[in-house]
């Protein structure tokens, strides 16, 4: 594992070289291990946010994701550092298991891949910083709590009409 110099927060696994944009810092050796080993669901909520390496830990996952019908999923989609897939291939694995997605905001509303896609991938964002935050539910209603934010989330959700 990379350990982010200045942002300890930005630790990636690596096989091999430290990225370039995290600088100089220490790496090192871990031991990793598929979810799958340990978990056999059904699993209510998954929290991925692994730097890039989100594609390899959904693989590790399978069995939980398939044992979890009525699940939720918050997980970072960052192309500049995604490994072993690409952002369209991630976003059809969920749909493919079943969840439904949009940007996890106080008033989330479901989004199509193609408008997740674009948003992700346009070339006005930062490609270092701009990671997006996603919500995916599968087997429930897609939800906000707030009234307020319902009103908000609904409004949004009219443009993919």
């Not at 056999?40 to 730097?51: H, L, M």
């Not at 059809?92 to 408008?115: D, V």
């Not at 346009?122 to 939800?143: E, Q, T």
């Amino acid at each position: 594992i990379a350990i982010g110099a200045g942002n300890f927060g930005d630790n990636r696994v690596v096989a091999g070289e430290r990225p370039r944009d995290m600088g100089e810092g220490a790496m090192i050796d871990i031991a990793i291990a598929p979810v799958d080993e340990f978990v056999t669901g059904p699993v209510r909520f998954f929290k991925i946010d692994t730097q890039g390496s989100e594609w390899y830990a959904l693989q590790g996952l399978k069995r939980a994701l398939a044992n979890s019908p009525n699940c939720a999923l918050l997980l970072e989609l960052w192309p500049y550092a995604l490994r072993g897939c690409t952002p369209d291939q991630l976003l059809r694995f969920l749909a493919e298991q079943g969840f439904t997605l949009g940007k996890a905001t106080e008033a989330p509303y479901p989004m199509s891949l193609e408008r997740i896609l674009r948003q992700a991938t346009d070339p006005r964002r930062d490609p270092v910083k701009g990671g997006m935050d996603l919500y995916g539910v599968k087997g429930r209603p897609f939800h906000v709590v707030s009234p307020m934010n319902r009103v908000k989330a609904w409004v949004r959700s009219l443009k993919e009409a």
